[in-house]
């Protein structure tokens, strides 16, 4: 095991945030906690300038720093600072450590922040209830391993190397899952779309195939909620994961439901999809009578089709729907949309059929995508082991 030293002697931590006195039209690139994967933050950034950023974007950085996010939900969500053509500008919810020069490797202190040992420390000290962080001056003050500078290269060195190729091979796994998953959609298009011999089946819209096409509502105070097996279900798009929603997180009391109005209850068997948001496009079939909030599109009462079927021709247009969503920066899907918009209506015998056929196939599909998942898992355990035994000096790497 390292020497302990607290953490203010191997960096400083938050150095520079941007003042009230930053010009209004300071433009930069903002990073938030959800720009940041392991090790990496994305490309892919909202620009503003300082009169229109949002609250949190104050905390500067130089190349060579470590963000750290101080919240317990995201404090996997660690990764080196690099130079940028931008300036960027990165939220309240890191904390920036400034390695002393030639006192810490950055590398060595971002590997530190990866461990075990490190992450137990931060939770234990974290503080709330609802939103459980840690406060700069408590995280500066938590006991890390601290070897010599040049032990920190070494650790780094090898670290860099191992991690590389198990980062690799995970890599390699989201190529296959990406693959499998546009296999799926490509069977599911395939079968839904064209007749055996390749002509188009006729369309229908779907405002026509439906006695009740609607949503839901979020009660407002928490007495219309109870605890999940009493009441009744009350979906939302965190339930829609291409799957049979039987249970939910959150249930509605049966007052409720007589009470608020738009909570309406839809039978077994309704086609759910999500209509706005992060979760845009994501599906699901009620196993169980249940509410929803707003942000679900509920189908239910199917008329002429089955409604398997008709989840299933969801899911292979699901992208072409989403596409003709309008508002703002993100597509939005509403009502209006879905009615209009045409299906293919092959005779309802031959519905049942493709349905069973899909139903077996991407099983198969889903089965080999598990199996990638649990190998991924695997790969992400290991790495964290393998990091928590170097930096800890239970794995020598001399």
């Known amino acids: 095991m390292s020497e302990m030293a607290p953490l203010w002697a191997l960096c400083s931590i938050n150095d520079h945030v941007l003042s009230e006195s930053t010009p209004p039209d300071y433009v930069f690139?903002?990073?938030d906690i959800s720009s940041v994967s392991q090790g990496s933050i994305s490309e892919d950034l909202e620009s503003y300038n300082f009169r229109d950023a949002p609250s949190r974007a104050r905390r500067l950085a130089c190349a060579g720093d470590v963000l750290v996010s101080t919240v317990r939900t995201y404090l996997r969500a660690i990764a080196q600072v690099q130079g940028a053509d931008v300036p960027r500008v990165y939220s309240t919810g890191f904390a920036v450590l400034h390695p002393h020069a030639?006192?810490?490797d950055s590398r060595y202190l971002a590997y530190l922040f990866s461990t075990d040992v490190v992450v137990d420390e931060i939770v234990a000290t974290s503080t709330g209830v609802s939103y459980p962080a840690i406060q700069g001056t408590l995280l500066h003050q938590i006991r890390v391993p601290y070897p010599p500078f040049g032990t920190q290269q070494a650790i780094a060195d090898y670290l860099d190397h191992e991690t590389g190729r198990i980062d690799t091979m995970i890599a390699k796994l989201d190529e296959l899952a990406e693959t499998l998953e546009d296999r799926r959609i490509q069977v599911v298009r395939g079968e839904?779309?064209?007749?055996p011999d390749g002509k188009s089946w006729p369309l229908a819209p779907i405002g026509y195939l439906f006695r009740s096409i609607g949503s839901g509502t979020t009660p407002r105070g928490e007495k219309h909620y109870t605890s999940a097996g009493k009441g009744v279900p009350w979906?939302?798009?965190s339930e829609l994961r291409e799957n049979t929603i039987f249970s939910t997180s959150k249930n509605v009391t049966k007052e409720a439901v007589s009470q608020v109005s738009g909570l309406t209850v839809h039978p077994t068997g309704s086609v759910l999809i999500a209509m706005y948001g992060a979760t845009i496009g994501r599906l699901g079939i009620l196993g169980v009578e249940a509410t929803t909030n707003q942000a679900c599109c509920v189908f239910s009462g199917p008329e002429k089709v089955d409604s398997k079927f008709f989840y299933y021709t969801l899911l292979g247009q699901r992208d072409d729907i989403i596409q003709e969503g309008q508002g703002g920066g993100q597509p939005?899907?509403?009502q209006g949309l879905l009615r209009r918009w045409k299906?293919?209506?092959p005779p309802f015998e031959e519905q049942r059929r493709i349905a069973d056929y899909l139903d077996e196939t991407t099983s198969q599909i889903d089965t080999m995508l598990?199996?990638?998942?649990?190998l991924k898992d695997l790969l992400t355990e290991r790495r964290a082991a393998l990091i928590t035994a170097?930096?800890?000096g239970r794995k020598d790497v001399a």
């Open 235 to 237: 979906a939302t798009t």
């Open 192 to 195: 839904t779309l064209l007749m």
């Open 390 to 392: 170097v930096v800890t």
């Open 370 to 374: 598990a199996k990638v998942a649990e």
């Open 29 to 31: 690139d903002y990073v």
């Open 332 to 334: 939005n899907i509403n």
């Open 102 to 104: 030639g006192q810490v």
């Open 343 to 345: 299906i293919p209506l």
